[in-house]
């Protein structure tokens, strides 16, 4: 016997434990600290997101107050915040992060297949991460041409970063996509090869089906940003003209001829809503697993939610030029394109009415990653259902330039996942740690955050209607604004600065818990996933001791009637359940 | 964008008849006995397999990557400003070469799984030497381009050529470097036959692979 199925090898014959400190922790091959380097970087990394989007908010909501903000500057956080939020953050932390962390374990796997390209891949991203970073002190600061980089804008002069800030951006973007693809070959080959036995497909915890098909999508679709970026690199450098029409800037002539700005938007979009879903889909999947194991309920139409994750999936790849519609398209076009984001709105809807009805009837347990979950519902239908305005090109007209539009991508892309990610950090916390946090500082936590974002992002509605535009520096005279749109400013950031602020507990919670926490029991939720029954806890390398679990059944036998316990793990044979005493 | 899209939807079509067939009849709430095959993935599970699962991908990656610059080939033409390339000679040579050694690469294979061990180092570096070949050959084609003053940021057509013949030859690259690595494996003695084999497998794939690419890009930058 030549061939020994991947999943089925010796511990011994497979993964040398590693035995120094930094074969151990910093050129680790193990999924775990990986995972942890991902999501530590990634949390870092937007902190910084963070405080530029303060600083943005201190000149909206005070404008002339702050003498070190000038337009220049302010551009500059836009552009940065938008890019580290979206790309750096939140693509990284939830399949970098908590695709390492959770495959491999969910699966029933030791590993990733290849660990020593899941470590390239972590640091490649730390080198994307460093080039960004390095953006910010180069000469003429990083760029501010807006997250989207249109040309010619991000290349002309007079742009803020246009010399030395846009290329680092365009190369740190090349480098993470590099670092991603590593990653993300890796993700799949362990969804379909290394699933422990029993571990069918459609046995898999729908967090792994979020994280599997979300890798899929960015396989396919980061290949358009890398391409843009190139080309756009070609045009700065070498004076192409793929993206550069002939523009004189500045009285100036830099020689370019007929390029296509909007041959820019269309690869750049047709990534760009992609990856809407590839922040979203894990987001989906992991809240899918806490509602459930939280009500003590199995998910509400199981296979229809993976239906649902897979046709979002291929849909999201045909919607891309709603982005574009104030760039001018041809009326067919833009009637196709609105028909196909309503309809991706169908399987959307799908999974929140499944969501409700796990909800429904359920011993629901108001744990911290349960109030994120919820919170999730509420902010994501909300943001959901502003995407439906703006879906149609009549009504994106008008609104597309104005705070409208931020504040349904804010709700829908920034606050839905972020919920999220904190929902997942607070139930997976004691299996990483080991440890507890403080549930009522975590309760806090969320209050504070979930109300505070709603007093951000719900005024923001109502100036689009009144037509604030967005991207702006300072208003100027605008007499169709009543005053009061400024008082709304005003609050708005004061409650921006006030969710940031927030964000302490959280850390000082981890912190805590980490230097002085109660010990966590092995399985504290009573979940039924396999991450939570490994023979150590926290799990060591190689996750499973000696033997492989078998997975006997669905990750959702919840409150399955005749049964003692309220819950009856993957691995339990149909024979060994503890049956109760109604049975 | 209708290359890419085509291309999208013959992938999205693949992946999909598979989860189909693997996830409609599915009733995971149900118990059932414990399938064996549950572990081993579409190819079975073995280590071999995943490399080829892990390949495939990544020429799934790579295709995407082809056809989106191809799309914007195809979008950026139409502008008024396009004036077509004509294309080196020497690029029929370096097309021959390429086939060439994609042929030598499979029978280099053939003599792998058979176990013909003196075939395997004369393979090998025939191989290695016409791929390599090839890079040279492309460079010299950009030396000739360039002294005929057809630069980069001339024509937008040019920017294309470059771009893509340059994308090309960094995959190319790529693939040499997993060859070197048996090739210097087996030229030093190592006993890790296995692994050699391995390799040779995979990389004949990915030459085919860059084969079939190169013909693709080839006859798009003849035809426009």
């Known amino acids: 016997m030549s061939y020994v199925a991947f999943a089925d090898r010796d511990h011994e014959q497979d993964h040398h434990d590693p035995d120094t400190f930094i074969t151990k922790y910093v050129w680790s091959q193990d999924h775990k600290v990986i995972a942890i380097q991902y999501g530590i970087t990634a949390i870092l990394v937007g902190l910084i997101a963070l405080g530029l989007s303060v600083l943005m908010r201190l000149q909206l909501g005070f404008p002339n107050e702050y003498s070190f903000i000038n337009p220049e500057n302010y551009y500059q956080f836009v552009t940065m915040h938008g890019m580290i939020m979206v790309i750096y953050l939140l693509t990284a932390l939830f399949l970098g992060g908590f695709g390492n962390y959770l495959i491999p374990l969910m699966c029933g796997s030791r590993d990733m297949v290849f660990p020593y390209l899941n470590m390239l891949s972590y640091w490649t991203y730390l080198l994307s991460v460093i080039i960004l970073i390095a953006s910010f002190f180069v000469e003429g600061g990083s760029t501010g041409a807006g997250w989207t980089l249109y040309p010619p804008q991000a290349i002309s002069p007079g742009t803020p970063g246009v010399d030395l800030g846009i290329i680092l951006m365009l190369v740190s973007l090349a480098v993470f996509i590099v670092a991603f693809t590593m990653g993300g070959l890796n993700y799949i080959t362990t969804v379909l090869q290394a699933r422990c036995k029993g571990m069918t497909l459609m046995r898999m915890p729908l967090s792994v089906w979020g994280i599997f098909i979300a890798t899929v999508l960015g396989l396919l679709a980061f290949p358009a940003l890398l391409v843009s970026a190139i080309m756009m690199l070609f045009d700065k450098t070498l004076m192409t003209s793929f993206f550069m029409p002939a523009v004189s800037s500045m009285g100036v002539d830099p020689g370019y001829t007929g390029g296509s700005p909007i041959l820019f938007q269309h690869l750049f979009w047709f990534f760009g809503h992609p990856e809407v879903y590839i922040v979203a889909l894990p987001a989906f999947g992991i809240v899918s697993d806490l509602l459930s194991t939280h009500a003590r309920k199995n998910i509400f139409g199981y296979r229809m939610m993976v239906w649902a994750i897979i046709v979002i999936g291929g849909l999201s790849f045909i919607v891309w030029a709603h982005h574009m519609y104030v760039s001018g398209m041809n009326p067919y076009f833009g009637f196709f394109f609105a028909t196909t984001t309503l309809i991706i709105a169908v399987p959307t809807a799908i999974k929140v009415y499944n969501w409700v009805l796990t909800l429904w009837q359920g011993n629901i347990h108001l744990r911290v990653p349960m109030l994120f979950s919820i919170g999730f519902i509420f902010t994501f239908i909300h943001g959901g259902l502003t995407g439906l305005f703006l879906g149609n090109v009549t009504i994106d007209l008008p609104l597309s330039d104005t705070y409208f539009v931020v504040a349904h991508f804010h709700m829908v892309m920034g606050v839905s996942p972020v919920l999220v990610v904190f929902g997942a950090i607070y139930h997976w916390w004691p299996k990483i740690t080991g440890k507890m946090y403080n549930e009522t500082l975590g309760k806090w936590h969320f209050w504070m955050t979930f109300l505070g974002t709603y007093a951000i992002y719900l005024p923001m509605h109502y100036l689009g209607f009144a037509g604030v535009p967005r991207r702006y520096f300072a208003m100027g005279n605008t007499d169709f604004l009543p005053d009061s749109a400024q008082d709304l400013n005003a609050a708005i950031t004061i409650s921006a600065v006030f969710v940031a602020a927030t964000q302490l507990l959280f850390f000082i919670n981890m912190i805590w818990s980490l230097k002085s926490g109660p010990k966590s029991d092995p399985n504290p939720w009573d979940a039924t996933t396999l991450e939570w029954q490994t023979p150590d806890h926290p799990p060591k390398h190689g996750n499973w001791g000696h033997e492989l679990p078998e997975v006997h059944r669905w990750a959702y036998d919840y409150s399955v009637p005749g049964y003692e316990d309220d819950f009856i793990p993957q691995n339990v044979a149909a024979d060994k359940a503890p049956v109760g005493e109604g049975h | ?224």
């Open chain 2, 1 to 224: 964008m209708t290359v890419a899209l085509v291309f999208l939807a013959i992938i999205l079509a693949t992946l999909l008849g598979w989860l189909f067939k693997q996830t409609l009849n599915a009733a995971p709430w149900e118990m059932e006995a414990v399938s064996d095959l549950a572990h081993h993935g579409p190819l079975g599970g073995t280590i071999d397999k995943s490399k080829l699962i892990a390949l495939l991908a990544f020429m799934a990656v790579a295709s995407s990557f082809f056809a989106l610059i191809l799309s914007a080939y195809a979008l950026r033409m139409e502008l008024g400003d396009w004036v077509p390339l004509t294309e080196p000679q020497l690029l029929w040579m370096n097309t021959a070469i390429l086939i060439v050694a994609s042929i030598v690469f499979q029978w280099t294979r053939n003599a792998a799984i058979n176990d013909w061990q003196s075939r395997l180092k004369p393979g090998l570096i025939i191989t290695g030497a016409l791929t390599l070949g090839f890079v040279l050959g492309q460079f010299i084609a950009w030396q000739q381009l360039q002294n005929s003053g057809q630069l980069v940021s001339s024509n937008p057509s040019n920017g294309f050529f470059y771009l893509l013949t340059g994308a090309h030859a960094i995959h190319i690259l790529g693939g040499l470097y997993v060859w070197a690595r048996a090739t210097l494996k087996f030229v030093a003695g190592s006993g890790d036959t296995e692994g050699i084999r391995r390799s040779i497998e995979l990389c004949t794939i990915y030459w085919h692979f860059l084969l079939i690419v190169w013909l693709v890009l080839f006859g798009l930058l003849l035809s426009t």
